[in-house]
């Protein structure tokens, strides 16, 4: 195996707390009987999926809300039900990253949108006193703001080109296994990162972080 010289971290589920239940919940809470089929972690309808590829604005997406639901809501209302499932940062994870990037270049790719992200520097501004997630990383890559979205071959590529590194010398950490399956087919080292593990504690090849 080469040197690993770069990192690739997702967001939710590997330095981010999230709980997509808790959106739906939030939602039926609201009205939305059937909620868990219009949205879900690893399938989403054009709606959602346009929003987390920029595709349509947040107006589109909330009009779209309001039309689909059951009795008259506020913006706001929709927003924290939408907010719902964005947690908690793991400081152990976000301390050890810190320290990560003085031996690795380090990039961060999220499926996520406008109103998440929000959502997600105020998070993360409370709990560190920092304005944003991406001051961490050398770049930070998010879908909404790419036109692009994983498992797709495209976005992988997208960060490749666009860091200037090799995917023989990038690791990729993940939670989802479509995720991994693509980048694993594009010559990417990967690992699954699974719900009780923290990337603090992985061991990779024959060394520890």
């Known amino acids: 195996m080469g040197r690993i010289k770069n990192i690739i971290f997702d967001l939710g589920g590997v330095i981010l707390n999230i709980d997509y239940q808790e959106t739906i919940n939030a939602f039926k809470k609201l009205g939305f009987s059937r909620f868990d089929e219009m949205y879900s972690a690893l399938k989403v309808n054009n709606t959602f999926d346009d929003l987390e590829t920029g595709k349509i604005s947040e107006q589109a ?3 779209y809300m309001h039309r689909e639901a059951p009795h008259l809501l506020t913006t706001e209302q929709l927003t924290e039900a939408w907010n719902a499932m964005l947690l908690s940062f793991r400081k152990e994870s976000l301390d050890f990253l ?3 990037k003085n031996d690795y270049r380090i990039f961060l790719l999220s499926n996520t949108n406008s109103i998440h992200k929000r ?4 998070i993360f501004k409370a709990q560190t006193g920092l304005e ?3 001051q961490l990383f050398e770049k930070a890559y998010y879908s909404h703001l790419s036109g692009m979205r994983k498992p797709g071959s ?3 590529e997208y960060v490749l080109q666009d860091a200037g590194i090799s995917a023989e010398e990038t690791l990729f950490i993940d939670d989802l296994e479509p995720n991994i399956t693509t980048a694993r087919s594009l ?3 990967v690992h699954q990162l699974l719900p009780d593990a923290r990337i603090e504690n992985l061991e990779y090849g024959e060394r520890k972080w």
Do not use: T
């Open 154 to 156: 495209e976005i992988f």
């Open 61 to 63: 997406f909330y009009e």
């Open 132 to 134: 944003s997630l991406d």
């Open 187 to 189: 010559g990417l080292h």
């Open 98 to 100: 810190d320290n990560l």
């Open 119 to 122: 959502a997600i520097d105020d």
